[in-house]
């Protein structure tokens, strides 16, 4: 098993930048991909990142390319999501997640919600104009 547990949110002004954390615990080495996604009220949940843990690939949609960073320490157990220059619509709880199956490998998108089998309680993430 794996838990994760999410850390960094918090409320921040147009065009700021925040950095989430995401501690991994338990057989972290089982992990295939790490991925971050998001849920703004009333919405379904999206990623916003995800890495190949064994070749620190990532991968971004057009909505937070360019302005979203997904990183992994793995020497410490750590993954990262360095958001810079934040908009209102980024305002959401955003949630860590585990791919330890290897489904995401199969996948030509890695950021399947029903591909990830382990996720954290989520960080809220407040983004004013």
């Known amino acids: 098993q794996v838990q994760l547990l999410e850390s960094g949110g918090g409320s921040v002004q147009a065009g700021g930048s925040l950095r989430l954390s995401c501690t991994l615990s338990g057989y972290t080495a089982s992990t295939y991909y790490l991925a971050w996604f998001r849920q703004a009220p009333g919405k379904e949940r999206e990623g916003v990142a995800s890495?190949?843990?064994?070749?620190?690939?990532?991968a971004y949609p057009d909505s937070v390319r360019d302005r979203f960073t997904i990183s992994q320490d793995k020497a410490k157990n750590m993954l990262y999501l360095q958001m810079n220059n934040l908009k209102p619509e980024d305002t959401a709880k955003y949630y860590c997640?585990?791919?330890?199956?290897?489904?995401?490998?199969?996948?030509?998108?890695?950021?399947?919600?029903?591909?990830?089998?382990?996720w954290g309680q989520g960080t809220q993430v407040t983004v004013s104009s």
């Open positions: 997640a585990a791919d330890t199956r290897g489904y995401s490998l199969g996948d030509k998108y890695s950021l399947r919600i029903r591909n990830y089998n382990y």
């Open positions: 890495i190949y843990t064994r070749g620190d690939v990532a």
